[in-house]
């Protein structure tokens, strides 16, 4: 490898793979950044993550001026609006995850968590996360990006992380799947009392969101619909319930929609309990302040985010939202020094893990989205004439409201941010719904899969 690297006369190309391969070397050290040699680039741009902000950028990014490399723990884009139905088997998982190695060679990528970055070094430090094989490494970078999202928010309540279940990724949706049938089968066994029957089968959704709706409106579904035809001696023992703190369920919509989803709910039989306090939960036991103990079979957590460990780690070098759970950027994405107050021309942060000043937006997929459009197509423009992206415009969002199915071929579609009397309830907000997720999903091989298993 030493020779390879001193090979006196090389074309552009070799030169480039030149860099690549001091980078690979350096992997247990700090890498030795060569820019001189990458020619006309700007040298080295890092995404941390693959979700909607890192999948998007590493997708739209113009790989003229920049080696690009992702790194992120999963190789995979989730496509979490249909998360809820792959728990339940509406969709499989494949249908909804677009592999990362696909935009491989123009984009390189690390299977590694950030664990610390080093603002002044522009060193990120890294723990790859491939079983067996963990390892740490180094790698600096030019420009960075910083799109690693959020955590699940648990409040501290005692019980939670060990007994509850979650909905971020592919592997949550597969532990709620089996535990589903798990319920069942094990509510079937012989042995089994009626009281024991029924417990199990008191299926506990926490968090009136909208996640927390739409996987309460797709179990309803996979359980009257497969479930009941496969179990018919069990199908009368199912409760479902939702707990939410706040006075009602799907806080951010309209009221109206509100009234129409708690009604359908109700009609259905699904209980909506709202002004609860979760005060712990126990392997198959929840404690509520208002009720005492109840007993349940799987209980999903879908209560809001809390800020990821990296966002954490940087917390004496970056300035925080008044939240400090989110890096606080300007309008142009640039995270802000704590020493300085100054923004960082070469760091940006995007999607749940930050937030604009004096600008409030959702955590939400549409936000992470458009400020990915909006950043990629300015880091283009600014490459390679100028230094700083305060030449072009700031980002705008354009918010075109929020959905959720509830079960049953019925949506609530909220669009009054774009016109006031843009809301819909029922099934044709449902097949709005549909076609929507439908047009936004990425592959070829997905808008065939979709509509197959829908
Ligand atoms: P994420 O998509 O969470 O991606 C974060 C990425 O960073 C992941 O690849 C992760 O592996 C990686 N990562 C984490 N830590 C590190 C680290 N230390 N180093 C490197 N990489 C790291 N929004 C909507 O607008 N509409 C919807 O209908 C909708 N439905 C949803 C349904 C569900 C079930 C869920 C969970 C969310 C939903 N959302 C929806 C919200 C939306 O998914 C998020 O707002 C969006 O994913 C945020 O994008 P992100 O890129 O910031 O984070």
Known sequence: PTNLLTIPTKSRAEDQHDVVFKQQLSFNGIAKRDIASLGKTQGQLIILGSGWAG???LKDLSTKHYEVTVISPRNYFVFTPLLASSSV???EFRCITEPIRRYSPKIKYYQAYADTIDLKKQVIHCTSNIEHK????????DKLIIAV????????IKGVDEHAFFLKDISDARK????VIECFEHASQPDVTKKEATDLLHFVVVGGGPTGIEFSGELYDFITEDMARLYPGLINLVTMTVYDVAPQILGSFDASLRDFAT????????????NRHVMEVKEREIIIEEEGSIPYGMLVWSTGLTENPLIHSMSDQLIKDKSAKRLLTDEYLRVLSKETGQALDNVYALGDCASIENYDLPATAQVANQKAKYLSKALSKIAPEKESITGTEPFKFRNFGSMAY???????VDMTPVSEKAKEGGILAWLFWRSSYFTMTVSLRNKMLIPMYW
């Open 55 to 57: 999948f998007k950028l």
């Open 89 to 91: 088997g509406t969709l």
């Open 134 to 141: 963990k390892h740490e490494f180094s790698i600096d970078y």
């Open 149 to 156: 999202g959020a955590k699940s928010n648990t409040f501290g």
């Open 176 to 179: 709620i799947r089996s535990r």
């Open 263 to 274: 009604k359908k709910f109700k009609r259905k039989g699904i209980n909506i309990c709202t």
């Open 406 to 412: 509830i079960g049953k071929y019925t949506a609530v």
